[in-house]
T-cell receptor
Framework: KNEVEQSPQNLTAQEGEFITINCSYS?????LHWLQQHPGGGIVSLFM???GKKKHGRLIATINIQEKHSSLHITASHPRDSAVYIC????????????FGTGTRLQVFP | GAGVSQSPSNKVTEKGKDVELRCDPI?????LYWYRQSLGQGLEFLIY????????KSGLPSDRFSAERTGGSVSTLTIQRTQQEDSAVYLC??????????????FGPGTRLTVL
């Protein structure tokens, strides 16, 4: 079993829909990153969370440390949001290594 | 430059040859990271530099892989005696280094390595 699991693996949506991508992890962590990888391969860091909630534009990320779970929400989704969304955790006893989920591929259709 | 740059963008090599991949971080960023993404696979963390020092090299897949960073800037990832399973996109990222691996990382475009 992977230490970081994401769901769903693939997600399709109509423009305007509210999107939720989930990340669950089995190790103690000090921080969690959400990354976005565009179809061309470029990667952008979206959020770093250690507790609570962060918002940037139409993106919201939440984390529940007790439940070892994080969610990434996209409001009013748009075709340009189509990408692979990747969760990565910084393990609390191994602060020199990030453990990645396998990603969620999102396609938003007009 | 304004962002992280990597060279070459594409590299095709024959099995058994050595390759060097280069990463130029954002100016002033003290932390630098190497990752690998194999076809259809997720990202794999390889190594992290704070300045010229790599505290943990255990993420490197085998002793054929080595990385160095000099002058706190450019880093090279060297793969000796390449194997077909080394084919992947090798990504580099940098961050300010103020908060270690909790920093926001800025990714380069990657080097696509194909080993024939």
């Amino acid at each position: 079993k992977n230490e970081v699991e994401q769901s769903p693996q693939n997600l399709t949506a109509q423009e305007g829909e509210f999107i939720t991508i989930n990340c669950s992890y089995s190790v103690g962590i000090s921080a969690l990153h959400w990354l976005q990888q565009h179809p061309g391969g470029g990667i952008v860091s979206l959020f770093m969370l250690s507790s609570g909630k962060k918002k940037h534009g139409r993106l919201i990320a939440t984390i529940n440390i007790q439940e070892k779970h994080s969610s990434l929400h996209i409001t009013a989704s748009h075709p340009r949001d189509s990408a692979v969304y990747i969760c990565a955790v910084l393990q609390i006893y191994n602060t020199d290594k990030l453990i990645f989920g396998t990603g969620t591929r999102l396609q938003v259709f007009p | 430059g304004a962002g992280v740059s990597q060279s070459p963008s594409n590299k095709v090599t024959e099995k058994g040859k050595d390759v060097e991949l280069r990463c130029d971080p954002i100016s002033g960023h003290t932390a630098l990271y190497w990752y690998r993404q194999s076809l259809g696979q997720g990202l794999e963390f390889l190594i992290y530099f704070q300045g010229n020092s790599a505290p943990d090299k255990s993420g490197l897949p085998s002793d054929r892989f080595s990385a160095e960073r000099t002058g706190g800037s450019v880093s090279t990832l060297t793969i000796q005696r390449t194997q077909q399973e080394d084919s992947a996109v090798y990504l580099c990222a940098s961050s300010s280094g103020l908060a270690g691996l909790t920093d926001t990382q800025y990714f380069g475009p990657g080097t696509r390595l194909t080993v024939l």
